[in-house]
Each structure stands twice: as C-alpha cells, then as structure tokens.
C-alpha cells in the first residue's frame, strides 16, 4: 500500500513574483518569492541563498523563517527545520506555519507532535483542507483509526474533490481490515484524478487480497497505471559512460526502496548484501524515506552511496540516479508502500529489474525484468508480465535468520493435548473462502484451536469482525485465540504456541512462512495460479517441504487433518526444522549471492549485444 503522506509543504501565495534585492519590503518580498520559486523546483541551495539574503536584511521576516525551515526539512535536518519554523510561529502565530510544522513533525517519524501542531492550525482555521487531511494520517500512525478516518472525512466533506483524502480514507480501512470498502474510496480518488499515481498504485496492491481478480484483470489495471505515469515521463534512450570499460569495473547496480530497514525486504537482502562480491557488484542504495534502523545500520557498509530520494520529484530523483551511472537499477517496492515507480518511467539505467518487494506486473515498459525462480514464474504464467521473466536457479529470495534469540520450543500439542494452527499475517489475506475452509479444519479436528496474531487485532473493531466471521460457520470464540502486534523477539516466540501453520490464499504468507520455518513450525499452503500465490510454496519447496503444498480446498483440508493426526512426525520434524531451513537455499546467502551476480551480469551482458546490434 502506497501512502503519499501529507499535503504538500507550502509556503504563502503573496511572494511568487520576482525582482532584484535591494534594502526595502518590497524586494524583499521579491527575493522570497524568488526563493520559494526555487524551492518548488528542488533548487534547494538557491532557495536557502536568497532566504538568507532576506534574514540579513530583517532578522524578524517571519515567511522568510519558515520558508528556510522547510527547505531544512527537505534536506532531511529537521531539528534545524523545528527550530525556524516555532520561531516563526513565536513571532508570528498563523494556520501555515503551524500546518508546515506538523509536515516536519510527520517526516521526522513524530505522529503525536505532528497531530498536535494539526490540531493547532485547524483551530485557527476551521476550514482548512489539507489540515484535517494530514491529521489523519498522523492519527493513523498513531494506530487511531476511527479518528483517523474521521479526520478524512471532515477533509471530504469540506472539499468533495480531495482525492488524496480519499487514497488516504483507503489506506485506513485497508487497516481495519474492510477490503471493499478500500477498494471503493481508492477508486474514487482516482475518478477525481485520474494522474494522481498513489492511489492507482494502492489499487493494484490492494487487488491481489482479491480471489475474484484474475491476472488479465490485473494486467489491465496496471496498464492503466502505467498509461498515466507515462504522459509525465520523458525516458532516456540513452545513458552516461565511464572513461574505464565496464567490463573492467563493478557493475553499478542501484536499489530503490523505502524498506532498507526491518521491513520483510530488508529480511530478505540482509544477508545477500553482505555476500556481494565487491569486485563484480557496487551497491548504490536510493532509500525513499529516512527512516532507519538497527538493520539500516546492518547493511549500510555493504552500499558505496547511500542517496536520500524521498524529498525529490520523480524527474530528479531520476536525473540524479542517471547521473550516478547506473547499469542495473531494482525496483524493491513494485506497488508496496513508498514505492517510487514512476522515477522508473523515466529510464534512468539501461536495464531496470523488479526485485524483491513485489509480486506482480508494475505495468511499466520501462522495467526490462522480474526477478523470480521456476516455482513463482513458471513459463505458462509468462503473460501475467510485460516485464521479462529471469529465473534463478533456487528460491528467488533469501532469508536472513532473526538476530533475536527465539527457541524452538517442543511441539506444543504433546502438553496441550490438542493441535494449535496458527496465522500470524494480515487478516486482509483471510478471505472469506479462507475462513470456511479453515473453519471446515476447525469442525473436523476435535478441540483443535486457530491463534490468529496480526496488528489489525489491537483493534476492537477488528476482533469482533473476526469473530463473527467465524461464528457464521458455528465456530465458537473458545475455539480462537487473537492477539495483536508484538515486538519481534516475543512475536517469534509466539510460534512456540503452534503446531501447524496455515498460510492463507491467493495472497499467502511470504515473510511469516520463512519465520514460522525458522522456528520449527511447518506451514501448508495451497498451489496458487500467479506470481504471488506461488511464494509460498518456492519457500517450501526451497525448505526440502514439497508435501506440504495442497492442490486444492479439499486436499488442503485432508493434508491438515492428515498431519495434525501425526503428532509423533510432527514432533520428529519441529526438532530438526530450523536446522534443515537453515542448511537449505531459502538461508543459503553465499550461493543465492553467487546467482544474483550472475543474473545482473548477465542481464547487462544482453543488454550490451542489443546495443551492439543496433550499432551494427
């Protein structure tokens, strides 16, 4: 799910004219306008001049403050940004600054100060749109949802057209699980701007939790995306080169994402970045967001640059990639949250690759291929993409063995004296389908239980939905057990309350498949007909647990009533699992390393003949 965040920082509509300094308000004003000019076009060392220039002159000029505070926020200094822009609200207290303040407190990861600094200027300003709009969406990082969601709602009703309250009024009720619901509010806000991206891009994320979407309605769609991002994008046909030959350097290969940190893709390259052989491939990161981590901190020795996009325009950001030199540059969010695909539009790299983050068609040309392996990208699937297949030999992902130190705990079930089943992803996934058959599991293995761990049930809202799922098919509320969101350590060691994890479908457990292997739980899932629906089993047939892969609704169930019967080979296999995922190329960082190289360069090596062709 993409989320844009909050309204624009703005900065007041009387100075945009232009003129030539000279000690009286009337330049001054003028030099401002000059430097708000620059600052909405990423000129930020301009902006930051003339500002100064006006601070010089009058040291109390308070659009000049706040105008200089933002330029500090988009340099990502946001202690500097706080401290112009309060100085500018003691001299001068107005809606606007408090507004841009709570932009600052937003993208300095500080949601409770942001919704104060909201609140601050709603109340000066009652009818102020974009105010009520990022309230919300601080709210909602707050975990306030029903808040949050009225907040969109006070935006809607004071400006019918806001299509950015309406994408973010979705991403809400994606939260609480209400599907349908998002998938509407989605489609409004791209009724009323059809070139707005992330609310398209929300949609196509969104439309995989749908068993009724079939790949070609899904291809369609993102056609669809892809026909908008093209009418704002200029791509390049042709590239920057070094004085050395390529074939005599590292090939340059850059990743954009906004998940370098623990997020499941920082799980999945955490390990293979620090294999990279540095002779065959320099690592260019391009994170979308600052926010970082103990992982962030893990992996940055591994990148050679380490280049902040999230304040620049797709045009920038792919100007600046271009002029890095880029040979292979990975797309790691696909149509996931803080995704950047619209840069891609722009071709700033010969060869562009859609890896890891993703699990479908971006719709866009201009990524030459998907990254994937023979389970996830089986050759009659091939029309689902108009990127190219490229198949690695193993499991197209790598996971990193958690830090934490979680045991592997005996099989519950021989105390217990009855077979837990366990999902610990996002409910979105429980679809209604999912729910029966699980249900059906429920009927048919005595005093069985289902643990259902997910952040959504921290909501009240969301366990009561749930167990009225559940109730519709005679399943009692004693026979389910649901908690919330845990730190990870004590979220591992939930999974030494289960016996057999479930994984849902189409959408199935990718990240909560490798974990709950790693902690010795073995997970059945049931063969899909896309990308996405087949992760989970590339992950088990990667692990040696090709049994554990059902056909259909009614294998699924036999195999797991099958399995929960077998507590003697349930209890033989949870001893050795760990070990035997750990020993597997699912953990293996060295090897999958070794064919990452090898598909980059190869990829480039195509990409050199087809120019060379075409010289020819």
Not at 115 to 130: G, K, L, N, S, T
Not at 165 to 172: F, M, Q, R, S, V
């Amino acid at each position: 799910m993409n989320d844009p965040g909050n309204q624009g920082l703005s900065m007041s509509e009387n100075a945009r004219v232009s003129g030539q300094l000279t000690p009286t308000p009337q330049t001054l004003e003028l030099t401002l306008a000059e430097a708000l000019a620059h600052y909405e076009a990423d000129r930020l060392a301009e902006a930051q001049t003339r500002l100064r220039r006006v601070l010089a002159i009058d040291p109390e000029h308070t659009d000049a403050m706040h105008l200089l505070g933002l330029v500090a926020n988009r340099q990502g200094q946001y202690e500097t940004a706080t401290e112009l822009i309060m100085a500018a609200i003691t001299r001068k207290p107005q809606a606007l600054y408090y507004f841009n303040l709570g932009n600052v407190m937003q993208s300095n990861n500080r949601p409770a100060a942001a919704a104060e600094c909201f609140r601050q200027a709603i109340a000066m300003q009652p009818d102020h749109v974009d105010a009520h709009n990022n309230l919300g969406n601080a709210l909602r990082a707050l975990k306030k949802h029903e808040a949050a969601m009225q907040s969109f709602c006070n935006a809607i009703n004071l400006a019918p057209e806001h299509a950015q309250a309406y994408n973010n009024l979705a991403n809400t009720l994606m939260e609480l699980d209400e599907l349908d619901a998002a998938i509407e509010a989605y489609r409004s806000a791209i009724a009323l701007r059809p070139d707005f991206a992330e609310p398209h891009s929300n949609l196509l994320f969104a439309l995989n939790y749908l068993a009724s979407t079939t790949p070609q309605q899904y291809l369609d769609e993102a056609l669809r995306f892809a026909a908008q991002i093209r009418t704002r994008a200029k791509p390049w046909k042709d590239w920057l080169v070094d004085d050395v030959p390529r074939t005599g350097r590292p090939l340059r290969v850059g990743i954009v994402s906004g998940d370098l940190k623990r997020h499941p893709v920082g799980y999945f390259i955490e390990s293979v970045v620090a294999e990279l052989d540095p002779t065959r491939i320099e690592l260019i990161a391009y994170p979308t967001r600052t926010l970082e981590d103990d992982l962030t901190a893990r992996i940055k020795p591994c990148f050679s640059a380490w280049t902040s996009i999230a304040g620049m325009s797709d045009e920038a950001a792919a100007q600046h990639i271009r002029n890095d030199r880029i040979d292979v540059l990975l797309d790691g969010a696909g149509h996931t949250i803080y995704n950047r695909l619209p840069l891609f539009a722009w071709k700033p790299a010969p060869v562009q690759v859609s890896w890891p983050g993703f699990f479908a068609c971006t719709g866009l040309d201009t990524i030459d291929y998907v990254l994937g392996d023979r389970h996830v990208l089986p050759v009659e699937e091939e029309s689902h993409f108009i990127e190219k297949p490229w198949r690695l030999p193993d499991s197209y992902l790598c996971f990193t063995p958690p830090q934490d130190d979680a045991q592997v705990s005996p099989l519950p079930m021989l105390t217990n004296d009855h077979v837990t089943f366990g999902y610990f992803g996002q409910l979105a996934k429980m679809t209604d389908q999912v729910v029966a058959l699980w249900a059906r599991l429920l009927h048919a293995v005595p005093n069985a239980k289902l643990f259902l761990k997910a952040e959504q049930l921290d909501t009240a809202h969301v366990r009561e939905t749930t167990l009225r799922r559940f109730a519709a098919h005679r399943i009692d509320a004693s026979r389910l057990i649901l908690e919330g969101r845990s730190p990870r350590a004590e979220y591992l060691a939930a999974y030494n309350r289960v016996d057999i994890a479930l994984s849902p479908f189409p959408y199935p457990g990718g990240t909560t498949t490798a974990e709950a292997l790693w902690m010795g739980v073995p997970v059945l899932c049931r063969r899909g007909d896309r990308f996405l629906s087949h992760i989970c089993e590339s992950f088990l047939h990667s692990a040696g647990l090709d049994t554990w892969i059902a056909t259909d609704d009614e294998d699924y169930l036999a195999r797991a009533i099958a399995f929960a019967a077998d507590r003697a080979g349930l209890a033989a296999l949870r001893a050795g699992l760990r070990e035997q995922v750990v020993a597997s190329p699912l953990c293996d960082a060295p090897r999958f390393a070794r064919n990452l190289e090898a598909a980059l360069h190869d990829m480039w090596a195509q990409h050199v003949t087809a120019v060379q062709e075409v010289a020819e």
